[in-house]
């Protein structure tokens, strides 16, 4: 363990991958603050309380609700490969200043595409930030895949 935290490549990405896992775990509060701000409940469970009438205008989608749904599970699809990647690319022993770069692009392209989502701005505000970030990781993979296989 201590080897590893001499690698600077592997510090940056531990630095990195902790803050998007911290914005991609603040998606579920924030679908939680929109269900409770907009009354918007799926579970019956969740408003056993209330009366049919009420259960009836409380059980139902609302369009912020699934958008920050939406921009969570997005989250999901792309930061779970940004570890499994970055990790090994880390491990690859990149040049520093390289894995700087694509872990910041990747890391902002993440919290941009989410301000995005959330803020509802005007593509291609979204579709480049998500694009942006997919490029890193294949960045990241083809340059791991290049050190192992030699393509």
């Known amino acids: 363990m201590s080897q590893l935290m001499e690698n600077e490549a592997f510090k940056a990405f531990t630095t ?52 920050a749904r939406r921009c969570h599970y997005n989250d999901l699809e792309n ?16 040049e520093l200043s390289s894995a700087l770069l694509h872990f910041r692009i990747f890391t902002a392209a993440r919290i941009f595409h989410s301000f995005a989502y959330i803020l509802v701005l005007p593509q291609p505000s979204r579709a480049i930030s998500y694009f942006l970030g997919m ?17």
């Open 16 to 67: 990195y991958a902790a803050i998007v896992t911290l914005k991609m775990i603040l998606m579920g509060p924030l679908t939680v603050y929109f269900r409770f701000t907009r009354k918007s409940f799926i579970n019956e469970e969740d408003v056993a309380w209330k009366s049919e009438e009420q259960k009836k205008k409380l059980l139902k989608t609302h369009p912020d609700v699934e958008r």
């Open 135 to 151: 490029l890193v990781t294949f960045s990241m993979a083809y340059s791991l895949l290049s050190k192992v296989f030699f393509l």
């Open 79 to 94: 930061i779970i490969p940004f570890f499994f990647i970055g990790l090994l690319y880390a491990l690859s022993g990149p």
